[in-house]
Nanobody, 117 residues
Framework: QVQLVESGGGLVQAGGSLRLSCGAS????????MGWYRQLPGKQREMVAR???????NYADSVKGRFTISRDNAKNTMYLQMNSLKPEDTATYYC???????????WGQGTQVTVTS
């Protein structure tokens, strides 16, 4: 079965950095397109970044230039490096695996990121 586990969330000051990790099991990780989503307080869940099996990336406009998505296939792990954090980045961040058909698939349980002013 597919299991996705996020880690690395926490409390950080504005302007600081944080690195999230998503460990995957039960899948052939290297073949999957993966993504990071977040849900801001009172808002709909939104895509933050995604990365294909070949390493191609896409970012939401709100995080371009500040966040970097990457993956280490040998470790079955995806990362989100978050720099220049802002209070509006405060959210629950989720790891997501796309299906073979390009639709949203499995989700992790989420990790909380809180950015203080």
């Amino acid at each position: 079965q597919v299991q996705l586990v996020e880690s690395g969330g926490g409390l950080v000051q504005a302007g600081g950095s944080l690195r999230l990790s998503c460990g995957a099991s039960g899948i052939i990780f290297s073949t999957k397109t993966m993504g990071w989503y977040r849900q801001l307080p009172g808002k709909q869940r939104e895509m933050v970044a995604r990365i294909t099996s070949s390493g191609s990336t896409n970012y939401a406009d709100s995080v371009k230039g500040r966040f970097t998505i990457s993956r280490d296939n040998a470790k079955n792990t995806m990362y989100l490096q978050m720099n220049s954090l802002k209070p509006e980045d405060t959210a629950t961040y989720y790891c997501m695996m796309y299906t073979l058909w390009g639709t949203e698939g499995s989700w992790g349980q989420g990790t909380q990121v809180t950015v203080t002013s």
